[in-house]
Protein backbone atom coordinates (compact mmCIF):
# COMPACT_ATOMS: atom_id res chain seq x y z
CA UNK A 1 0.00 0.00 0.00
CA UNK A 2 3.13 2.45 0.50
CA UNK A 3 5.33 3.24 -1.83
CA UNK A 4 5.97 3.99 -5.57
CA UNK A 5 3.55 0.48 -6.61
CA UNK A 6 5.28 0.83 -9.92
CA UNK A 7 8.79 0.52 -8.47
CA UNK A 8 8.48 -0.80 -5.02
CA UNK A 9 12.22 0.11 -4.24
CA UNK A 10 13.21 2.81 -6.53
CA UNK A 11 15.31 4.59 -4.14
CA UNK A 12 17.46 1.18 -3.07
CA UNK A 13 20.56 -0.14 -5.58
CA UNK A 14 18.75 -3.44 -5.23
CA UNK A 15 15.60 -3.75 -7.07
CA UNK A 16 13.32 -6.24 -5.51
CA UNK A 17 13.38 -9.29 -7.34
CA UNK A 18 9.41 -10.45 -9.12
CA UNK A 19 9.25 -13.36 -6.72
CA UNK A 20 10.57 -11.47 -3.84
CA UNK A 21 7.48 -9.25 -4.54
CA UNK A 22 5.16 -12.00 -4.68
CA UNK A 23 6.43 -13.42 -1.20
CA UNK A 24 6.05 -10.39 0.26
CA UNK A 25 2.48 -10.10 -0.46
CA UNK A 26 1.86 -13.84 0.16
CA UNK A 27 3.84 -12.26 3.77
CA UNK A 28 1.71 -9.51 4.49
CA UNK A 29 -1.59 -11.14 3.77
CA UNK A 30 -0.15 -13.80 6.39
CA UNK A 31 0.33 -11.12 8.34
CA UNK A 32 -2.55 -9.77 8.47
CA UNK A 33 -5.20 -12.58 7.69
CA UNK A 34 -3.67 -13.97 10.90
CA UNK A 35 -3.60 -11.05 13.06
CA UNK A 36 -7.70 -10.04 12.25
CA UNK A 37 -8.51 -13.93 11.95
CA UNK A 38 -6.69 -14.95 14.80
CA UNK A 39 -8.29 -12.15 17.19
CA UNK A 40 -11.68 -12.88 15.78
CA UNK A 41 -11.70 -16.56 16.17
CA UNK A 42 -9.27 -16.80 19.71
CA UNK A 43 -10.01 -13.62 21.59
CA UNK A 44 -12.94 -11.88 20.56
CA UNK A 45 -15.47 -13.41 22.40
CA UNK A 46 -13.21 -15.84 24.89
CA UNK A 47 -14.68 -16.85 28.10
CA UNK A 48 -15.93 -13.42 28.61
CA UNK A 49 -17.84 -14.56 31.77
CA UNK A 50 -14.84 -16.38 33.55
CA UNK A 51 -11.62 -14.31 32.96
CA UNK A 52 -12.39 -11.21 30.86
CA UNK A 53 -10.19 -12.72 27.75
CA UNK A 54 -12.93 -11.14 24.89
CA UNK A 55 -11.40 -8.11 23.04
CA UNK A 56 -14.39 -7.27 21.18
CA UNK A 57 -15.50 -5.38 18.03
CA UNK A 58 -12.83 -2.57 18.68
CA UNK A 59 -9.92 -5.48 19.84
CA UNK A 60 -10.56 -6.92 16.69
CA UNK A 61 -11.06 -3.25 14.83
CA UNK A 62 -7.81 -2.45 16.13
CA UNK A 63 -5.70 -5.78 15.50
CA UNK A 64 -7.03 -5.40 11.49
CA UNK A 65 -5.38 -1.90 11.51
CA UNK A 66 -2.54 -2.72 13.30
CA UNK A 67 -1.42 -5.88 11.07
CA UNK A 68 -2.00 -3.46 8.47
CA UNK A 69 0.72 -0.86 9.97
CA UNK A 70 3.61 -3.45 10.46
CA UNK A 71 3.03 -5.26 7.10
CA UNK A 72 3.03 -2.08 5.23
CA UNK A 73 6.35 -0.70 7.12
CA UNK A 74 7.99 -4.54 6.84
CA UNK A 75 7.08 -4.74 3.06
CA UNK A 76 5.61 -1.56 1.94
CA UNK A 77 9.33 -0.90 -0.02
CA UNK A 78 9.78 -4.03 -1.43
CA UNK A 79 5.77 -4.88 -2.75
CA UNK A 80 3.89 -1.58 -2.29
CA UNK A 81 2.41 -3.73 0.33
CA UNK A 82 -1.29 -4.16 -1.18
CA UNK A 83 -2.00 -7.67 1.20
CA UNK A 84 -5.44 -7.12 -0.38
CA UNK A 85 -7.18 -8.29 -4.32
CA UNK A 86 -9.79 -5.58 -4.17
CA UNK A 87 -6.56 -3.34 -3.42
CA UNK A 88 -4.39 -4.29 -6.17
CA UNK A 89 -7.46 -3.80 -8.74
CA UNK A 90 -7.91 -0.10 -7.28
CA UNK A 91 -4.49 0.90 -7.86
CA UNK A 92 -4.55 -0.81 -11.48
CA UNK A 93 -7.50 1.27 -12.39
CA UNK A 94 -5.67 4.23 -10.98
CA UNK A 95 -2.95 3.66 -13.19
CA UNK A 96 -0.46 3.25 -10.35
CA UNK A 97 -0.01 -0.59 -10.68
CA UNK A 98 0.74 -2.23 -14.19
CA UNK A 99 -2.37 -4.61 -15.18
CA UNK A 100 -0.31 -7.87 -15.75
CA UNK A 101 0.83 -7.74 -12.35
CA UNK A 102 -2.67 -7.96 -10.86
CA UNK A 103 -3.20 -11.63 -11.49
CA UNK A 104 0.04 -12.92 -10.16
CA UNK A 105 -0.38 -10.61 -6.91
CA UNK A 106 -4.14 -11.49 -5.70
CA UNK A 107 -2.47 -15.40 -6.22
CA UNK A 108 -0.15 -14.68 -3.54
CA UNK A 109 -2.37 -12.88 -1.68
CA UNK A 110 -4.91 -15.67 -1.50
CA UNK A 111 -2.14 -18.04 -0.84
CA UNK A 112 -1.00 -16.28 2.40
CA UNK A 113 -4.37 -15.93 3.81
CA UNK A 114 -4.93 -19.59 3.11
CA UNK A 115 -2.14 -19.82 5.12
CA UNK A 116 -3.16 -17.91 7.52
CA UNK A 117 -6.42 -19.16 7.94
CA UNK A 118 -4.96 -22.91 8.27
CA UNK A 119 -2.36 -21.58 10.82
CA UNK A 120 -5.47 -20.37 13.04
CA UNK A 121 -7.32 -23.20 12.66
CA UNK A 122 -4.50 -25.42 14.51
CA UNK A 123 -4.41 -23.46 17.10
CA UNK A 124 -8.04 -23.30 17.59
CA UNK A 125 -8.13 -27.10 17.37
CA UNK A 126 -5.95 -26.79 20.62
CA UNK A 127 -8.73 -25.63 22.43
CA UNK A 128 -11.37 -26.14 24.93
CA UNK A 129 -14.84 -27.98 24.61
CA UNK A 130 -14.56 -28.40 20.48
CA UNK A 131 -13.60 -24.29 19.82
CA UNK A 132 -12.65 -25.28 16.50
CA UNK A 133 -15.61 -26.94 15.37
CA UNK A 134 -17.55 -24.10 17.38
CA UNK A 135 -15.49 -21.72 15.45
CA UNK A 136 -16.32 -23.07 12.51
CA UNK A 137 -20.11 -23.86 13.48
CA UNK A 138 -20.26 -19.81 13.58
CA UNK A 139 -19.01 -19.27 10.50
CA UNK A 140 -15.00 -18.91 11.37
CA UNK A 141 -15.10 -14.79 11.63
CA UNK A 142 -16.34 -14.89 7.73
CA UNK A 143 -17.72 -11.87 5.96
CA UNK A 144 -21.93 -11.97 4.99
CA UNK A 145 -25.43 -11.34 5.88
CA UNK A 146 -28.03 -13.18 8.08
CA UNK A 147 -25.96 -15.57 10.22
CA UNK A 148 -22.84 -13.81 9.18
CA UNK A 149 -23.77 -10.94 10.43
CA UNK A 150 -22.99 -9.85 14.16
CA UNK A 151 -25.99 -7.67 14.00
CA UNK A 152 -28.42 -9.83 11.82
CA UNK A 153 -28.10 -7.17 8.78
CA UNK A 154 -29.58 -7.66 5.36
CA UNK A 155 -27.44 -8.57 2.31
CA UNK A 156 -28.26 -5.35 0.60
CA UNK A 157 -26.92 -3.45 3.92
CA UNK A 158 -23.47 -5.49 4.13
CA UNK A 159 -23.27 -5.53 0.53
CA UNK A 160 -23.16 -1.45 0.83
CA UNK A 161 -20.80 -1.27 3.95
CA UNK A 162 -18.26 -3.50 2.28
CA UNK A 163 -18.49 -1.31 -0.84
CA UNK A 164 -18.58 2.52 0.59
CA UNK A 165 -15.82 0.58 3.23
CA UNK A 166 -13.29 -0.47 0.53
CA UNK A 167 -14.24 2.89 -1.31
CA UNK A 168 -12.85 5.09 1.61
CA UNK A 169 -10.53 3.04 2.40
CA UNK A 170 -8.23 2.75 -1.17
CA UNK A 171 -8.98 6.51 -1.66
CA UNK A 172 -6.86 7.12 1.26
CA UNK A 173 -4.07 4.93 -0.02
CA UNK A 174 -4.44 7.03 -3.16
CA UNK A 175 -4.06 9.88 -1.56
CA UNK A 176 -1.00 9.69 0.70
CA UNK A 177 1.14 7.25 -1.31
CA UNK A 178 0.75 9.89 -4.31
CA UNK A 179 3.11 12.66 -2.31
CA UNK A 180 6.64 11.01 -1.60
CA UNK A 181 6.36 13.80 1.40
CA UNK A 182 3.54 11.24 3.39
CA UNK A 183 5.62 7.81 2.34
CA UNK A 184 6.66 7.71 6.18
CA UNK A 185 3.14 8.03 7.64
CA UNK A 186 1.13 5.97 4.80
CA UNK A 187 1.56 3.11 6.72
CA UNK A 188 0.04 4.56 10.17
CA UNK A 189 -2.60 6.13 8.00
CA UNK A 190 -4.08 3.48 6.06
CA UNK A 191 -3.92 1.69 9.15
CA UNK A 192 -5.78 3.71 11.10
CA UNK A 193 -8.41 4.39 8.19
CA UNK A 194 -9.01 0.44 8.16
CA UNK A 195 -9.63 0.46 11.80
CA UNK A 196 -12.39 3.23 11.51
CA UNK A 197 -13.76 1.44 8.67
CA UNK A 198 -13.48 -1.53 10.67
CA UNK A 199 -15.41 -0.35 13.86
CA UNK A 200 -18.48 0.44 11.29
CA UNK A 201 -18.56 -2.46 9.70
CA UNK A 202 -18.03 -5.40 11.65
CA UNK A 203 -21.53 -5.20 13.30
CA UNK A 204 -23.29 -5.02 9.47
CA UNK A 205 -21.22 -7.62 7.62
CA UNK A 206 -17.94 -8.65 9.70
CA UNK A 207 -15.85 -5.89 7.87
CA UNK A 208 -13.66 -7.29 5.48
CA UNK A 209 -12.99 -4.88 2.85
CA UNK A 210 -10.46 -7.58 1.18
CA UNK A 211 -11.48 -10.64 -0.75
CA UNK A 212 -8.30 -12.72 0.28
CA UNK A 213 -9.07 -12.27 3.91
CA UNK A 214 -13.07 -13.49 3.48
CA UNK A 215 -12.00 -16.69 1.34
CA UNK A 216 -9.47 -17.83 3.62
CA UNK A 217 -12.20 -17.65 6.42
CA UNK A 218 -15.04 -18.83 4.19
CA UNK A 219 -13.28 -22.34 3.48
CA UNK A 220 -13.46 -22.93 7.40
CA UNK A 221 -16.90 -21.38 7.65
CA UNK A 222 -18.99 -23.98 6.55
CA UNK A 223 -21.59 -23.97 3.56
CA UNK A 224 -23.01 -20.61 4.14
CA UNK A 225 -20.01 -19.00 4.24
CA UNK A 226 -19.25 -20.72 0.95
CA UNK A 227 -22.70 -19.49 -0.15
CA UNK A 228 -22.18 -15.81 0.87
CA UNK A 229 -18.70 -15.36 -0.42
CA UNK A 230 -19.64 -13.83 -4.06
CA UNK A 231 -20.65 -10.45 -1.59
CA UNK A 232 -17.00 -10.19 -0.30
CA UNK A 233 -15.49 -10.76 -3.55
CA UNK A 234 -17.62 -8.45 -5.74
CA UNK A 235 -18.22 -5.26 -2.94
CA UNK A 236 -15.14 -4.82 -2.36
CA UNK A 237 -13.71 -4.73 -6.05
CA UNK A 238 -16.42 -2.75 -6.79
CA UNK A 239 -15.83 -0.01 -3.90
CA UNK A 240 -11.76 -0.21 -4.95
CA UNK A 241 -12.72 0.26 -8.29
CA UNK A 242 -15.13 3.22 -7.98
CA UNK A 243 -12.08 4.57 -5.98
CA UNK A 244 -9.52 4.06 -8.59
CA UNK A 245 -11.75 5.33 -11.21
CA UNK A 246 -13.44 8.58 -9.07
CA UNK A 247 -9.46 9.46 -7.74
CA UNK A 248 -7.91 10.16 -10.51
CA UNK A 249 -9.93 13.38 -12.03
CA UNK A 250 -10.51 14.12 -8.03
CA UNK A 251 -6.37 14.42 -8.10
CA UNK A 252 -5.90 16.01 -11.16
CA UNK A 253 -8.50 18.89 -10.85
CA UNK A 254 -6.66 19.40 -7.22
CA UNK A 255 -2.89 19.28 -9.01
CA UNK A 256 -4.12 21.53 -11.91
CA UNK A 257 -5.43 24.08 -8.61
CA UNK A 258 -2.76 24.16 -7.03
CA UNK A 259 -0.38 24.95 -9.69
CA UNK A 260 -2.93 27.83 -10.63
CA UNK A 261 -2.36 29.13 -7.03
CA UNK A 262 1.14 28.79 -7.24
CA UNK A 263 1.32 30.83 -10.25
CA UNK A 264 -1.02 33.39 -9.16
CA UNK A 265 1.48 33.86 -5.85
CA UNK A 266 4.92 34.34 -8.72
Known amino acids: MTGNVLAPDATSS ?4 YGTRLAAEACG ?9 GAAILAADFDSGSNGLNIGF ?4 LALGLSVVVGAAAFGQVSGAHFNPAVTAGLAVAGRFRWRDVAPYVVAQIAGGLAASCLVAGVAAGGPDSFLERAR ?3 FASTGWGALSPGGFSWASAFLVEVVATCLFVWVILGVTASSALQRVAPFAIGLTLTLVALLAIPVSNGSFNPARSIATAVWGGEEALAQLWLSIAAPTLGAVIAGVSFRPLFETQNHGTK ?3 NDQK
Request: hydrophobic share 55%.
Open 14 to 17: ATPT
Open 260 to 262: EAE
Open 137 to 139: ASG
Open 58 to 61: LGVA
Open 29 to 37: TFILVFGVV
